[in-house]
């Protein structure tokens, strides 16, 4: 078998993609990052390149963990930390990882088809992409897609899916080449590969495809997000498209028996009680409002009869809503300074703040408590919060405050 003459390593895949056993032999030992590595004479081992991850496999009994080229096309085939390399000149065996190849494959192929029908369907350009089985990322110069266009989309890959069309990956000459309709332009000058999905899709190529699209299984559009200024698609393909579908299906099936509906019906049922919960914290915050009037005016009454304009509380319990809500109430009182605190498993959470006609300094004052007793807290100089550890005596911290 003669493989296609490219730079560096002649690459075995290119004359037969679906090829996962061959015989070399040993030219050079390297140096991959901090792992010995093997250079042969020819590789059907594909390198980490083009966004698509390197094969995985063996030679000879040892395991090749990654396989990168470096810059004049020489394919390096890293074995593990350790390994004892067979000499130079010595023929080994290469076995291909069977399952990480088939799926980069249906994954690149997937790509392909997911970049075309996102041209077809949005008029996006795929800027980059990087194809891994716990997630691929296909990165479009477009500034949003809305979820009637995703559909869409994942529906002309579907179909291109179930329609099994061949898919020709080949060296054309190159008067050939510039009469193609390629999707985008070749990032090299010679031995230009192309990959033909049946007429779905034509691009300059030379990663690993599956040899018909019925191979790719499934492509699932798992998320959409914002990227540097440009659209990133998060997508599986293959087994791992199926295993994440398969995972929702059994997430909403939980949700339906929680809820006791079908699993068309689970969003509704997560509406209603969405506005429920809504609903009940309303009512919540209007019980702790009244809660907050009543204490808050008790408070000032004692603190005016006492002479003062410092109030302190230690509550048990209590999340910081509530000290908010009792703090928001006690500081519409002008001049007045608010100490506030609640014991909780964790230590005590405190707030401090003042009303308008104050000068005191809230977040500086808090800031050295925290200091003084290994806790962290801070603020403006109106308000401030914090944490304190629980074995604090907050009545005494306050106490030793001047007025």
Same mark, same amino acid.
């Given at each position: 078998?003669?493989?296609?003459?490219?730079?560096?390593?002649?690459?075995?895949?290119?004359?037969?993609?679906?090829?996962?056993?061959?015989?070399?032999?040993?030219?050079?030992?390297?140096?991959?990052?901090? $792992?010995?590595?093997?250079?042969?004479?020819?590789?059907?081992?594909?390198?980490?390149?083009?966004?698509?991850?390197?094969?995985?496999?063996?030679?000879?009994?040892?395991?090749?963990?990654?396989?990168?080229?470096?810059?004049?096309?020489?394919?390096?085939?890293?074995?593990?930390?350790?390994?004892?390399?067979?000499?130079?000149?010595?023929?080994?065996?290469?076995?291909?990882?069977?399952?990480?190849?088939?799926?980069?494959?249906?994954?690149?192929?997937?790509?392909?088809?997911?970049?075309?029908?996102?041209?077809?369907?949005?008029?996006?350009?795929?800027?980059?992409?990087?194809?891994?089985?716990?997630?691929?990322?296909?990165?479009?110069?477009?500034?949003?897609?809305?979820?009637?266009?995703?559909?869409?989309?994942?529906?002309?890959?579907?179909?291109?899916?179930?329609?099994?069309?061949?898919?020709?990956?080949?060296?054309?000459?190159?008067?050939?080449?510039?009469?193609?309709?390629?999707?985008?332009?070749?990032?090299?000058?010679?031995?230009?590969?192309?990959?033909?999905?049946?007429?779905?899709?034509?691009?300059?190529?030379?990663?690993?495809?599956?040899?018909?699209?019925?191979?790719?299984?499934?492509?699932?559009?798992?998320?959409?997000?914002?990227?540097?200024?440009?659209?990133?698609?998060?997508?599986?393909?293959?087994?791992?498209?199926?295993?994440?579908?398969?995972?929702?299906?059994?997430?909403?099936?939980?949700?339906?028996?929680?809820?006791?509906?079908?699993?068309?019906?689970?969003?509704?049922?997560?509406?209603?009680?969405?506005?429920?919960?809504?609903?009940?914290?309303?009512?919540?915050?209007?019980?702790?409002?009244?809660?907050?009037?009543?204490?808050?005016?008790?408070?000032?009454?004692?603190?005016?009869?006492?002479?003062?304009? $410092?109030?302190?509380?230690?509550?048990?319990?209590?999340?910081?809503?509530?000290?908010?809500?009792?703090?928001? $109430?006690?500081?519409?009182?002008?001049?007045?300074?608010?100490?506030?605190?609640?014991?909780?498993?964790?230590?005590?959470?405190?707030?401090?703040?003042?009303?308008?006609?104050?000068?005191?300094?809230?977040?500086?004052?808090?800031?050295?408590?925290?200091?003084?007793?290994?806790?962290?807290?801070?603020?403006?100089?109106?308000?401030?919060?914090?944490?304190?550890?629980?074995?604090?005596?907050?009545?005494?911290?306050?106490?030793?405050?001047?007025?």
């Amino acid at each position: 078998m003669v493989a296609h003459a490219t730079p560096g390593t002649p690459r075995l895949y290119f004359d037969d993609p679906a090829l996962l056993a061959f015989e070399a032999t040993v030219v050079a030992h390297a140096r991959l990052d901090d $792992r010995p590595a093997l250079v042969l004479d020819r590789t059907a081992f594909y390198p980490d390149s083009g966004g698509q991850p390197g094969d995985a496999g063996e030679l000879s009994g040892l395991a090749v963990e990654d396989t990168r080229c470096d810059d004049a096309g020489v394919v390096l085939h890293a074995l593990s930390v350790g390994s004892e390399l067979p000499p130079v000149g010595s023929a080994v065996r290469g076995i291909i990882d069977r399952d990480r190849r088939r799926l980069h494959a249906a994954l690149h192929t997937g790509q392909h088809m997911l970049s075309r029908a996102m041209v077809d369907e949005a008029g996006a350009e795929t800027v980059s992409s990087r194809l891994s089985g716990a997630g691929s990322t296909l990165d479009l110069d477009v500034a949003s897609l809305d979820e009637r266009v995703l559909a869409r989309v994942e529906r002309r890959v579907a179909r291109a899916i179930e329609d099994d069309l061949a898919v020709r990956q080949w060296f054309p000459e190159p008067e050939e080449v510039a009469s193609l309709p390629l999707r985008r332009a070749p990032k090299v000058t010679e031995n230009i590969r192309v990959v033909d999905i049946g007429g779905f899709d034509l691009s300059p190529c030379g990663g690993t495809h599956c040899a018909r699209t019925a191979l790719v299984g499934a492509l699932h559009i798992t998320g959409v997000e914002r990227f540097k200024g440009k659209t990133r698609v998060n997508f599986l393909a293959g087994r791992a498209a199926l295993d994440e579908l398969r995972a929702r299906s059994s997430s909403l099936a939980e949700l339906g028996a929680l809820f006791t509906c079908g699993l068309h019906d689970v969003r509704a049922a997560v509406e209603r009680l969405r506005s429920e919960l809504q609903s009940t914290r309303d009512a919540l915050g209007d019980v702790r409002a009244r809660w907050a009037e009543g204490v808050a005016d008790r408070l000032l009454r004692e603190a005016s009869a006492a002479g003062s304009s $410092r109030v302190a509380l230690a509550l048990e319990g209590e999340g910081v809503e509530t000290l908010r809500a009792l703090g928001q $109430r006690l500081t519409a009182r002008e001049g007045v300074v608010a100490f506030l605190a609640s014991r909780v498993d964790d230590g005590l959470l405190v707030l401090v703040a003042r009303g308008s006609g104050s000068g005191f300094d809230c977040g500086a004052w808090l800031k050295r408590a925290a200091a003084a007793h290994q806790g962290r807290g801070g603020g403006r100089p109106e308000r401030a919060e914090g944490r304190l550890p629980g074995h604090v005596d907050w009545a005494a911290l306050v106490a030793a405050t001047a007025e």
